[in-house]
């Protein structure tokens, strides 16, 4: 299609002058640029009301090439419109950069059409532009939008109410759901699970109150798989404020996640053995510290060095050196618990870090001692380096901490230094680093051989304390254990029990204890002056816990001929919380054969009133502290008298303990209490001097 020339004229319509006047309004009303070009491109005409468009005059443009006015690499384009308007005069469209008078560019949509002359060729051009700049822009930010929405990330909309609107390719990709499986639904269709109803509150209150959140969540994938995503919701609202929609964009971590662990695990681990190196046993150590600061308890630190180490490596060479010192790293993890720490410093340098030990010093030197000691054995194993079998034993250098004034590094300084005195010492020992915790040590090692050797040359006798009824009738007595030292002499149980308990030794000499017991009560039966007697024998918890503990007691009981009802069992309370159905059951099945229980120490423990109800009791035994104190001190009047009272609500008998003076006595009498032990009836005594009391006290 072409324009003619307005001026050429046209039969049956108005006149030229009309017409060319109606154009002309019309050109000085259109806020487009309407020109007309001589087929050089030269401008011969531009509107007057275009003038604003580019900021040029007529008097700027008039007789310039328009092609002048374009960018310059849009610059081919319109001659080459010219060129092909000049063959034939149909309209072009075309898009390009032109200069406005601030030199600034925009972009213009242009027509160019030629006009005919009265020969009827291409006499001139006439070209319209207008501004698209901001269409262009509009366009695009739409195109960038599309592009990122195509992106890698999982790109989520939802409208307000949370149904999902649209989804990514991305979100497909990571999530396996396609867009037609999760339209419509709610997102939490993703949850993994490991995130409370809390996360998610926090999470929604984040985008409500700032507009977005941002942040590492666990999510879970079509085929089941939980993965970790790098997640960022924001909320759109609309012109009215309102919340329109949501938009989550999210990224896959899991990569990065295990990349990240990998890093830290080359930065914090040993590559060789897997265990914590230097620098992570710093960190923990450091934190160490400060825990056992607030909670009071003593940890320790124990250096452990490879005997001989070097040798290996230069006999068997360094794969076997390596292979060693894998096996060394698993044996020092099975010798400790999980939250202790097991560190190789490198070279064949170990530490093994122990936490949460007693709050007494000397008590955790001896926790301490047993874990080097496990740690001394099972390190000299012989190690199979196959085809090799190697025995390569270690030195152990102990420092304790829980004193605040030490540091980090001096505690590592002082193990170092005592495993290298364990070394000049001999090898293959422990060594602590503090010389009063190196004696008490030693003094315990000691105790504990001697007290091994002594269950086997049966060094230990029983004596009797007796029980007095409020008549002042004997009743009964305690077996309280003594160890008849080569030595020393007389040595009473304060001295060994714990020792015995904390070795185990305490299942053998429990077991001894009852055994003669239940053969002195039998042998007693057979005597008119003692056959009424009863005896009272203490029971440790590692014997209580002991699976076949009820079997042994009463194998015991049958085998000596012991009437069970004269023998009661003392029992303490903590001992009894371990487990309260297994300890129930175990009591039951021995007080079916007649066995009573006494529970000992009553009102230094947890004394509660709900297991006290469960338990099959028949005694309640005041504690010797609550006793010795009763006319001094109204806390322990009031709390003997409490447990007289309990005593007699639960149907139980009470025993006061450590009854020392008449005062003491008659307070009790007075309070409900009528059974008594203690030295102002008599101190415990050997069986002949008992058995001389029984006869007086008959008399
Ligand atoms: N598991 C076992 N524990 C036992 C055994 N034999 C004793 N023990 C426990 O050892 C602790 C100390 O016992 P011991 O040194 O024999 O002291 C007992 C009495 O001598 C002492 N006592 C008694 N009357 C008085 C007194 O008037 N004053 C005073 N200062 N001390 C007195 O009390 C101890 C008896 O305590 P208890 O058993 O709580 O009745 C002690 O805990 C024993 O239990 C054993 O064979 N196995």
């Not at 005919?116 to 939008?145: F, N």
């Not at 999902?164 to 990709?173: D, H, K, Q, S």
Request: net charge negative.
């Amino acid at each position: 299609m072409a324009i003619d020339n307005p001026g050429a004229g046209a039969p049956n319509e108005s006149k030229p002058d009309e017409t060319e006047a109606r154009c002309r309004r019309l050109a000085e009303h259109c806020s487009d640029m309407i020109a007309l070009l001589d087929l050089e491109g030269r401008y011969l005409y531009v509107s007057a009301a275009s003038m604003p468009l580019f900021g040029q005059t007529e008097a700027d443009l008039l007789g310039r090439h328009a092609v002048e006015f374009a960018h310059p690499d849009d610059a081919d384009k319109l001659p080459a419109i010219i060129a092909q308007i000049r063959r034939t005069p149909r309209v072009h469209t075309l898009t390009f950069r032109r200069r406005r008078k601030d030199d600034q560019f925009c972009w213009v949509e242009s027509k160019v059409q030629g006009v005919l002359g009265p020969d009827g060729t291409v006499s001139e051009i006439i070209l319209t532009a207008r501004d698209i700049s901001e269409r262009r822009q509009a366009e695009e930010e739409l195109r960038i939008a599309a592009l990122a929405f195509e992106a890698q990330h999982g790109m989520i909309i939802t409208g307000p109410d949370g149904a999902i609107l649209r989804v990514n390719r991305g979100f497909t990709e990571i999530t396996g759901y396609s867009a037609e499986e999760v339209i419509g639904r709610n997102p939490s269709m993703l949850k993994s699970g490991r995130h409370d109803q809390m996360f998610y509150q926090a999470l929604w209150n984040s985008v409500e109150e700032t507009g977005s959140w941002k942040g590492e969540l666990w999510n879970r994938r079509k085929n089941g798989e939980i993965y970790p995503q790098w997640l960022s919701i924001s909320a759109v609202r609309g012109v009215s404020g309102q919340i329109s929609h949501y938009v989550g964009s999210f990224a896959d971590i899991t990569q990065h996640k295990a990349d990240t662990d990998k890093i830290e695990h080359l930065a914090f681990y040993d590559p060789l053995t897997r265990l914590p190196n230097r620098r992570l046993l710093e960190e923990r150590l450091s934190q160490s510290l400060i825990t056992s600061l607030r909670s009071k308890r003593e940890g320790a630190l124990l250096f452990i060095d490879l005997d001989n180490f070097k040798i290996i490596n230069d006999t068997l060479g360094h794969d076997k050196g390596d292979l060693l010192l894998q096996q060394t790293a698993q044996r020092l993890t099975a010798c400790v618990r999980e939250s202790d720490t097991v560190a190789r410093l490198g070279g064949d340098e170990f530490v093994v870090m122990l936490e949460e030990l007693s709050e007494n010093r000397a008590e955790a030197a001896a926790q301490t001692r047993i874990v080097g000691e496990k740690i001394l054995a099972a390190l000299d194993a012989p190690y199979r380096l196959s085809p090799y079998e190697y025995e390569c034993s270690a030195s152990i250098g102990v420092a304790l901490f829980g004193d605040h004034r030490q540091n980090m590094h001096d505690i590592l300084k002082q193990a170092d230094l005592a495993m290298y005195r364990a070394k000049t010492g001999g090898r293959n020992g422990i060594r602590f680093f503090d010389p009063e915790m190196q004696a008490s040590v030693s003094a315990r090692t000691a105790l504990e051989s001697e007290l091994r050797r002594a269950i086997r040359e049966k060094q230990f006798v029983l004596h009797y304390q007796p029980q007095v009824d409020a008549g002042g009738r004997l009743t009964g007595a305690e077996a309280l254990l003594r160890w008849q030292h080569p030595t020393r002499g007389l040595v009473f149980p304060d001295n060994f029990i714990s020792v015995a308990e904390e070795t185990g030794m305490i299942v053998g000499l429990g077991r001894w204890v009852l055994e003669t017991a239940c053969e002195q009560l039998a042998a007693w039966a057979k005597r008119p002056e003692t056959a009424h007697l009863s005896l009272a024998v203490n029971v440790s918890a590692g014997q209580f816990r002991q699976t076949d503990f009820v079997n042994r007691v009463l194998e015991t009981v049958r085998q000596s001929g012991a009437d069970p009802l004269r023998l009661k069992l003392e029992l303490t309370e903590s001992m009894l919380l371990d487990d309260i159905e297994d300890t129930i059951t175990k009591m039951q099945a021995m007080k079916h054969h007649g066995l009573s229980f006494s529970l000992d120490d009553f009102g230094t423990g947890y004394s509660s009133l709900a297991y006290l109800k469960s338990l099959p009791l028949s005694q309640l035994k005041i504690d010797r502290s609550f006793v010795t104190d009763v006319h001094t001190d109204p806390n322990a009047a009031a709390i003997a008298k409490t447990i007289v009272f309990l005593a007699q609500s639960l149907g139980l008998t009470v025993i006061a303990e450590g009854v020392e003076t008449e005062v003491q006595r008659r307070f009790l009498d007075e309070n409900g209490c009528r059974d008594y032990q203690g030295y102002l009836f008599s101190r415990p005594l050997p069986l002949d001097e008992f058995e001389r009391f029984t006869v007086k006290r008959e008399e």
